[in-house]
């Protein structure tokens, strides 16, 4: 180990305490992940406390981080939180930070898609979330109040879902990855994707939830960071990409409007709704 990364490690232990190489990369790499974290969620400076002028630490980016939010508030850095956090416990959503997620996503130019409708926030959001949801994009672009989040058909269905599992809709809380509505001709790729990533992360902080369950090959690759089509990620559990700083099992599956035109991939598609059920739902499903 040089002197400069032995210097570094120290200033994170007390007086008499050598740190081994192990825990030193340990540390490391909790600590590129929580940047990298930051970056995703917007937060590009840090305040300079007295303890980061004395100490010789230097962190650099692993990765190419996406472009700031224009005009993007101070954001307050999260705590970790101590110990191992139980996935069965409900955590409170912070619905300041939501509406504040919804206000940015509105007032958002970053792409050609912000050229229609934003996604609108709901009107009533649910006091304790049991489930996200998250789908790709909506194609309604109707000019209509009530909330739609996928489709018309699509929601219909989702609707079913969701009643099949034994869930109220204000149970659960519903999202996409990309937050413009798209119209047929103008579907969203890997570049709009890029552009809404802050946007889901800080949205997945702000709800909390215990369990994801991310409908479509967007979805998929924005919370779970993986560029693999969903046949290959369904029918199992998945941690999110950023679950240490929010603990989440993410379940993949096909998105309504896939198994609209794919009937035949319902069943697989409630075989994985059902994993989901048996996990965090048995103890209060209906009869």
């Known amino acids: 180990m040089s002197a400069k990364n032995k210097e570094s490690g120290e200033a994170f232990h007390s007086p008499g305490q050598h740190p081994d190489a192990r825990s030193i990369v340990r540390m490391g790499n909790e600590l590129r992940r929580l940047l990298l974290f930051h970056q995703q969620i917007g937060i590009g400076a840090y305040p ?16 190419p981080s996406m472009p700031a939010l224009p005009g993007r508030k101070k954001v307050k850095k999260p705590t970790a939180a101590a110990g191992k956090v139980s996935l069965s416990a409900q955590k409170g959503m912070d619905v300041k930070a939501v509406k504040e997620i919804f206000q940015r996503i509105a007032d958002c130019a970053q792409c050609s898609l912000s050229e229609g409708a934003a996604l609108s926030l709901p009107a009533r959001l649910p006091e304790k979330v049991r489930l996200m949801i998250i789908g790709d994009y909506c194609l309604d672009t109707s000019k209509e109040k009530s909330v739609v989040f996928f489709g018309r058909a699509e929601d219909e269905m989702l609707a079913k879902m969701i009643g099949a599992l034994g869930l109220k809709q204000e149970e659960v809380y519903i999202t996409n990855c990309i937050k413009c509505c798209c119209s047929d001709g103008n579907i969203p790729g890997e570049e709009q994707l890029q552009q809404c990533q802050s946007y889901l992360a800080r949205e997945i902080a702000a709800i909390k939830p215990s369990v994801i369950c991310a409908m479509g090959d967007l979805s998929a690759k924005a919370v779970l960071g993986k ?3 969903v046949v290959r990620l369904r029918g199992k559990f998945r941690r999110y990409r950023y679950y240490e700083e929010h603990p989440a099992e993410v379940m993949v599956t096909f998105h309504p409007r896939f198994l609209l035109a794919h009937e035949e991939m319902k069943r697989a598609t409630w075989n994985d709704l059902q994993l989901i059920q048996k996990r965090f739902l048995m103890g209060n499903v209906k009869n």
Request: glycine share 6%.
């Open 48 to 63: 300079m406390l007295e303890g980061l002028k004395n100490s010789r630490l230097r962190c650099h980016r692993s990765s």
């Open 227 to 229: 560029n693999e089509p």
